[in-house]
């Protein structure tokens, strides 16, 4: 994993054989998304190109995706505040940390958002 939320599959040689079986580019991983915070949002992901927006969530939300691409999958979160509230957003890959926000604003005033691939 890096600073920009990027996920590698780089393999230790020592525990290669057990790793290449769990990590396979063949094989599908599951991305978490965790909003935690006071307020009303609009929350749009997009997985690889393909957008889902859920006009007026409240939080606590999460959600999980599995992630089925071969290679390389792109993926974002951007939670826009609809009233007065903060925010925290956290990302996983596989239960493992990958990037987080958080941000307050006012009615209509202010964007969170995380970015990142795995592959």
């Not at 230790?12 to 991305?31: F, I, R």
Request: charged share 15%; glycine share 12%; proline share 3%.
């Amino acid at each position: 994993m890096t600073a920009s939320g990027r996920w590698t599959r780089s393999l230790a040689p020592v525990a290669a054989t057990v790793l290449l079986a769990a990590c396979s580019s063949d094989e599908p991983h599951t991305l978490t998304f965790d909003v935690t915070g006071e307020g009303s949002f609009a929350i749009t992901y997009v997985i690889n190109g393909l957008s889902t927006t859920e006009p007026q969530v409240r939080l606590p939300w999460r959600k999980d995706i599995t992630l089925a691409e071969q290679g390389e999958d792109t993926w974002s979160l951007s939670i826009r505040h609809l009233d007065a509230g903060s925010v925290s957003a956290v990302a996983y890959v596989d239960g493992q940390l990958i990037t987080r926000t958080a941000g307050s604003g006012s009615s209509g005033g202010g964007t969170s958002s995380l970015s990142g691939s795995v592959g």
